[in-house]
């Protein structure tokens, strides 16, 4: 892997934000192994920040700063960006105050479990595990890379299912396989772990929400986690997350529901209340906010999806 020397650059002029970078929680749809997204500017989530995850960030419209790890320098439309887990980043445009920009961003956010998985399991993808190894740094891509990247990145946006997947596939493969089109950013990459005070508490907070979700969980009880006052801790993980805590509650429970949707012949009544809703209409209600459909409707989806995909297996 190669990546910046000390002194090949000078150091960047602007000073990074003050304080250290927000914790971002990433959150996939049901359906989703990784997060295909857009988002308009300015945008909550617009922010110096980090998170676990890679990310793959297009610019669609607007020119200005970005600052990737220790690194700041201009970006302008069609800038494509890959970021590694805990490298703090961010986007600032250069535009009039009060304006806003519809889906100035493209990205796709993805674990390292996946991560792992493309670089050790299959041989075909030893240039995508060199790829990730550089994400550490931060990678810009540039020429043809760049081009056949931004077109296949927008293009996952308009397919679902096993398409997806393979959309997302072969576009780490084409950006893997253009390694004189790319170029490192940052001179130094975080731990891998990235411990702070405030991610010690969001960690043992979400730890406790994966374990506790299916009952009853009251602000105050979660603040406790953090030996944190209700109000300070409902702010603490908005900031922290980009999520009001009830509507990650509710968002864990509609991935649980999905998958006995999925995987179950359970009643959607029995599923309501087995993931904790505590009414039906509450539920689809609640449902059709993350998913955009009815849980009836999903699980008829789904079980497409799987018949679709058993008989591509026979074929094969």
């Not at 676990?52 to 990737?68: A, C, D, K, N, V």
């Not at 439309?77 to 887990?85: F, N, Q, R, V, Y």
């Not at 961003?105 to 390292?112: E, N, Y």
Request: glycine letters at 8%; hydrophobic letters at 40%; aromatic letters at 8%.
């Amino acid at each position: 892997m190669t990546h910046p020397a000390l002194g090949a650059r000078p150091r960047p002029v602007e000073p990074l934000p003050a304080g250290g970078p927000a914790l971002e929680l990433i959150l996939c749809g049901p359906r989703e192994s990784f997060r295909w997204a857009t988002h308009d500017y300015p945008h909550h989530l617009a922010k110096w920040h980090c998170h676990p995850e890679y990310e793959l960030h297009l610019i669609r419209e607007s020119t200005g700063r970005m600052m990737i790890g220790d690194h700041v320098g201009a970006f302008e439309p069609g800038s494509l960006i890959l970021t590694g887990p805990n490298l703090p980043h961010n986007w600032v445009s250069a535009i009039e105050p009060g304006a806003s920009l519809r889906e100035r961003d493209v990205l796709v956010q993805f674990t390292g479990e996946i991560a792992d998985t493309l670089s050790h399991a299959f041989p075909e993808f030893a240039e995508v595990g060199a790829l990730l190894e550089e994400a550490a740094f931060g990678v810009e891509f540039t020429g043809e890379t760049a081009a056949l990247g931004r077109k296949k990145l927008c293009e996952i946006g308009t397919l679902e299912g096993p398409r997806r997947l393979l959309a997302f596939l072969d576009l780490m493969a084409t950006l893997a396989a253009g390694r004189g089109d790319r170029r490192t950013l940052s001179r130094c990459a975080p731990a891998l772990g990235l411990h702070t005070p405030a991610s010690r508490k969001l960690e043992r907070v979400i730890g406790f929400l994966a374990v506790e979700f299916r009952r009853d969980i009251t602000l105050s009880e979660a603040a406790a986690i953090c030996t944190m006052e209700a109000t300070a801790f409902s702010r603490f993980f908005k900031h922290q997350t980009g999520h009001n805590f009830s509507a990650y509650v509710n968002h864990l429970r509609v991935q649980a529901a999905c998958q006995l949707l999925a995987a179950t012949d359970k009643s959607v009544t029995e599923i309501c209340f087995e993931t904790g809703f505590n009414n039906t209409a509450n539920f689809n209600r609640r449902f059709a906010a993350v998913c955009g459909e009815t849980p009836s409707a999903y699980r008829a989806g789904a079980r497409r999806i799987q018949r679709s995909s058993f008989r591509e297996t026979e074929a094969a």
